[in-house]
């Protein structure tokens, strides 16, 4: 199937609107994430609506996803990069000038390359736990950016799933998906009501469940050893992991940082433990 190229002028025109003013949060999260569309653990991603892929490297991801493409808005340049990509698409591919791109964005969008595609609803909890040996669970982490970081080192040390609770930021909001590099579309996620519940089930699947803090009387890393089945649990900027997510770990470990320094972007921390992680194993 060839993609179908349709060639558009005006920024208001409706055939875009999956793409209506990039930069405005409040509208892009009615837009993309209907009411109807919470989960019962309080995750938006099922139940409808749609997620925005922008850039060619993050399209190229998409593609190779299970997220049904919607449709495309490309620049001539955007096409002329995706155009081996996008031989078998079978949906609407719509170009425009610069100045319509920047039209329909509401801002200079430089990429060249959108795409939406619809959502679909996560994996259950228990199959995550039933299938990968190493999870990260992210109790608080409501920054896009930092949710996406937190996914692109997931997928780079080989974890085979992220379990986010109620709390945690939209992996699906373009941001997350862009910080990322495309590693949401990929990596399955789970959403559950609450971390510490999360972890107890782990442990009872069998996992040792390692909480992440700078706290000055937690284990060191370096002491971890690798086990078959185990989980990496981070929590919010600021506050860190709550007492309930620290109580149900079976280890608190702590990676060492050079004095005067409180503790490390959750992000990063989460980098390092799973790095040792996956050299161990
Ligand atoms: C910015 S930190 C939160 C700092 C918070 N004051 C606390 O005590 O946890 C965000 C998350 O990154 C992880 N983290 C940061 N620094 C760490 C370190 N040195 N060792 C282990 N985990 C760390 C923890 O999971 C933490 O919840």
Redesign the pocket.
């Known amino acids: 199937v060839a993609p179908v190229v349709i060639e558009i002028d005006d920024p208001a025109d409706p055939r875009v609107g999956d793409f209506f003013r990039l930069n405005d949060p409040e509208l892009r999260r009615l837009r993309e994430r209907p009411p109807d569309g919470r989960d019962e653990a309080g995750g938006d991603e099922a139940g409808g609506g749609f997620l925005v892929a922008e850039g060619t490297l993050v399209i190229r991801q998409l593609l190779r996803s299970p997220y049904p493409v919607r449709c495309l808005l490309v620049t001539p340049r955007g096409l002329a990069d995706l155009a081996e990509d996008l031989s078998d698409v079978d949906a609407p591919v719509y170009l425009v000038s610069q100045a319509a791109m920047t039209g329909v964005a509401g801002f200079h969008f430089h990429r060249g390359a959108l795409a939406s595609a619809a959502r679909r609803p996560p994996p259950a909890f228990d199959d995550v736990a039933a299938t990968a040996d190493l999870v990260l669970v992210a109790e608080g982490v409501n920054d896009n950016e930092n949710l996406g970081a937190l996914f692109r080192n997931a997928a780079a040390f080989g974890a085979g799933a992220v379990v986010l609770d109620r709390t945690s930021a939209d992996p699906l909001y373009r941001r997350s998906i862009r910080v990322s590099m495309g590693q949401v579309l990929r990596l399955p996620f789970a959403r559950v009501p609450s971390a510490a519940e999360a972890m107890v089930g782990l442990r009872a699947a069998g996992f040792e469940v390692l909480?992440?803090?700078?706290?000055a009387d937690?284990e060191d890393?370096d002491d971890v050893a690798v086990r078959a089945r185990q989980a990496l649990?981070?929590?919010?900027?600021?506050?860190?992991?709550t007492p309930q997510a620290l109580g149900a770990a079976d280890r608190r470990?702590?990676?060492?940082?050079a004095p005067g320094v409180?503790?490390?972007?959750?992000a990063t921390?989460?980098a390092v433990?799973l790095s040792r992680l996956a050299r161990l194993r």
């Open positions: 909480a992440l803090t700078p706290a937690a890393l649990v981070v929590g919010a900027e600021g506050p860190g992991l470990v702590r990676i060492p940082m409180d503790s490390l972007n959750v921390a989460a433990a």
